[in-house]
């Protein structure tokens, strides 16, 4: 692990992979770590050198006050890379990283070779729109005191509830930099970031535009199976159906723009998950390298 500088006082956690070859740099979605690719990344090593950053505000990265709007997230991307002396990368992000693999790839078209998309091509946007013009869905009945919560009850069961809506197992790295717990009694307490880091990074979501990207990409979608459902009310039920039909909808009309980037190509995992190399692992990996041309 190494930090790189990108801003005055703010620092990026870069975990470099090794490997020989052009850069292939990964970027982690929200909440997440670079750890969250440990067990990915070494796949692409005998063509690649390979890395991953944690953005600002999460993990081991610095948590400065301001700076989660995609463009600030973005340029990050690029003094990283200056940093590294990375000339041109391949940049595959999962999740809100999206927004920034966009912004980066239409606006320094030169330092971009490829792009993939680990279900993340979706306008965030429009998502924070969505989530913030729609009243939450009822409380699951009866709710469980976090106190009583068995998923909480240490790192294991964090890890295990983890696993179970998420397709695949957490690195152990990852659960130890992005999230904490209570050195006395071992509980998950929650995600290791700056606490208004989320907020800021979705208010400060840029609407996704593809008209400038000019590089090839891939791009992985996943349409999940619920989970978790026989723990809810039917009230809380309805509501999560009718969120999810809406979310798709922005996720659909996303993959059309997309789909008009010369040099495009779309995958679709039917029942995967969205952390797809978890739930699809052999065929993320196999698609990769055929589009990386290793």
Known sequence: MKRVTVAEGVELEVLDFGGQ???LVFLAGLGCTGHVFDDLAPEFTANRH??????RGFGASSWPEKG???ATLGTDVVRALDGLGI???SLAGH???????TWVAARYPERVEKLVYLDSAVDHARVHEVLSSQPPPPSAEPEVAPEQDPDLASRAAWSAALAR???GRFPNDEIEQAYDFDPKTGRGVGIHARPDAFAQVMSGSARMDFSGVRAPVLAFYARPRATGLERMT????????????KLDGVRGETEAALRKVPGTKVVMFENGQHFVWFSNHAEVVREMKAFLGQ
Do not use: C, H, N, W
């Open 95 to 101: 999740s809100l990283a999206g927004d920034e693999l």
């Open 68 to 70: 989660y709007d995609t």
């Open 50 to 55: 390979v890395y991953a950053f944690t953005r």
């Open 87 to 89: 000339a041109k990368a």
């Open 21 to 23: 070859g052009p850069a």
């Open 234 to 245: 039917p009230a809380r039920q309805e509501a999560l159906k009718a969120l999810i039909l």
């Open 165 to 167: 809506d998420s397709g």
